[in-house]
């Protein structure tokens, strides 16, 4: 008989919110879950394994007295989080430990190679947004000119993460911890996150139930961490106001894509505004949201209906989401998709070492998250390493 080990009830139910599990599920993967809830039966060592497995949580939590007390690893910049909803979700903490052991190997492979700092000017919180914005849309070549030849929002996507990484940073775009399309990130905690670094900075963008137009602006929102040198978690969005940092932020990604100086000579006060909207969405490549905050910062609408306006703004791109969403469904190539889910930079670097005989088949494995060295071969064909 299997020996049975006492689990406080609280561990239990924190380890439920935790892992974002419904009773059903946990009743149907361990029957005897009321049970063990009610302290009427114990679970068996085997069975606690087979929890912490499940819920994505350590083996020895189940054995202390009470839960734990966890928090970010980071700065925390999201805006109104407080008390029970402030608590990190493991898919969160684990997606932020995944990178920051990715960028801790390019910067020791940086430096094994004598790699530079990466090429971002930094600036102050006291600069003007504004003007950071101007010289980030040189820096990126992302001017509403460059976007012109770009033609589509996924090549302007596809652009930002590999221009980022010419000037010496890392991207991961991504709605998943690691390959794991089980442990879905959550939209509504995170948006993205910046690990800063003089030398490899990283700039991590949840792409989980968001259009490329949103995580254009989540890019552009922690490229502004990158510049002011600030590592934190965001839920940054067009509309929200706060202090400080995310501010700042905020308003440097709504520059960077819809700059001020360009969309007073773009806006036509005489054609219908849902219309222009569209086409102002279309010439800068961003959401309909994006245009609308900043005619209204700009004071180029009135005051009256623009609450209206915003919410069907809001529905019509939630509308383009779920078009976009069904059309993409299916997941794709798991290879085409691995220099989003990994780095494109990150992922050459480390698949160059192992042919070189600097990294190990295991460490890569490790790092890019990848299971035997058939899919290493097929990964490096598919990058043309």
Known sequence: MSARVAVAPSLLLWAK????????????????????????????????????????????????????????????????????????????????????????????????????????????????????????????????????????????????????????????????????????????????????????????????????????????????????????????????RGQGVEDWCNTFASEVLVPARDLRTQFRRDVTLTAELDRLAVHYMCSTLVVLLKLRNLELLGPAGFESLYRDAEQRAADAFEFQRQKNAGGGDFYANQPFRVGERLSRAVLSDVREGGTSYTDAFRVLGLRNAEQVRKYSEQLGV
Not at 21 to 50: G, N, S, Y
Not at 142 to 155: C, G, K, P, Q, Y
Request: glycine content about 6%; cysteine-free.
């Open 17 to 240: 919110q935790r892992s974002q599990r419904e009773d059903d599920a946990l009743e149907k993967k361990f029957p005897a879950w009321q049970e063990w809830l009610e302290e009427a039966k114990e679970p068996t060592i085997k069975q606690v394994e087979e929890l912490a497995r499940y819920t994505h949580l350590p083996f020895g939590v189940f054995f202390l007295s009470e839960p734990p007390e966890v928090a970010l690893p980071i700065p925390d910049y999201r805006l109104g989080r407080s008390g029970y909803e402030a608590t990190p979700s493991q898919e969160l903490l684990d997606v932020i430990d995944l990178s920051a052991k990715r960028q801790a190997w390019f910067v020791d492979y940086a430096r094994k190679i004598g790699l530079d700092d990466a090429s971002v000017p930094r600036v102050s919180e006291q600069a003007s947004p504004l003007v950071a914005a101007e010289a980030a849309a040189e820096e990126l070549s992302f001017t509403v000119a460059d976007r012109s030849r770009l033609r589509t929002r996924e090549n302007a996507r596809n652009h930002l993460r590999r221009r980022f990484e010419q000037l010496g940073g890392l991207v991961v775009i991504t709605s998943m911890v690691g390959n794991d399309n089980h442990r879905m990130l959550d939209r509504d905690e995170f948006r993205g996150f910046t690990l800063a670094d003089n030398l490899v900075p990283l700039i991590f963008v949840n792409s989980s139930g968001d259009s490329i137009s949103g995580q254009l602006f989540t890019f552009l929102h922690e490229y502004g961490h990158v510049k002011l040198g600030k590592t934190g978690v965001s839920d940054e969005a067009p509309g929200r």
